[in-house]
């Protein structure tokens, strides 16, 4: 478990990937968080998660949600995910919940107070009345984290790292 502030987002990484170093998930983490939230990045707070079990007990890989319940704009963030996780499928799941607090912090995203209801960018959604992969919002973020996940990649390959393998843990 460590914080660390990086030029931009305060990021604080608890428990440990199966297969993933904690150093890579934060240096992912913060070019994410560079590159989605600009000058908002400087006021966030992004707490991370790593469960084990989390897919086998939800069947999702990673939740984002905002934690300052009181504040009218939304800066300290929760992400959970996937602890067993292979190195791909967590920088991208990780990308794609950065996304989710992105659009939380600019207002794009707001969870109503009453059921399952949210609104996208003025208009309001029922999530159980629209099948999760149409709503506009997981859209997005399934865009974003493709173009992210590369755009880190290519980052690392500049600086002479192998991309995919950064980041391995050896498990016997």
């Not at 993933?20 to 992912?28: E, K, L, P, Q, Y």
Request: proline share 1%.
């Amino acid at each position: 478990m460590g914080i660390y502030s990086s030029n931009m987002a305060t990021i604080k990484i608890i428990g440990t990937a199966k297969k993933v170093h904690t150093r890579s998930i934060r240096s992912a983490a913060n070019f994410f968080c560079d590159h989605l939230l600009k000058r908002l990045s400087k006021t966030v707070y992004v707490e991370i998660k790593l469960k084990k079990n989390l897919y086998k007990n939800t069947r999702c890989f990673g939740f984002a949600t905002w934690t300052d319940d009181e504040a009218r704009n939304h800066r300290r963030f929760e992400i959970e995910m996937d602890a067993d996780l292979g190195p791909v499928f967590l920088f991208r799941t990780l990308a794609h919940e950065l996304v989710h607090v992105r659009q939380y912090a600019r207002k794009q995203l707001i969870d109503m107070q009453y059921g399952s209801y949210q609104k996208w960018h003025g208009v309001m959604f029922n999530e159980h009345m629209v099948e999760y992969k149409k709503l506009p919002w997981e859209i997005e973020a399934t865009q974003l984290e493709k173009e992210l996940y590369n755009l880190w990649k290519e980052h690392l390959e500049r600086q002479g790292e192998k991309g995919e393998k950064v980041g391995y843990r050896k498990t016997t």
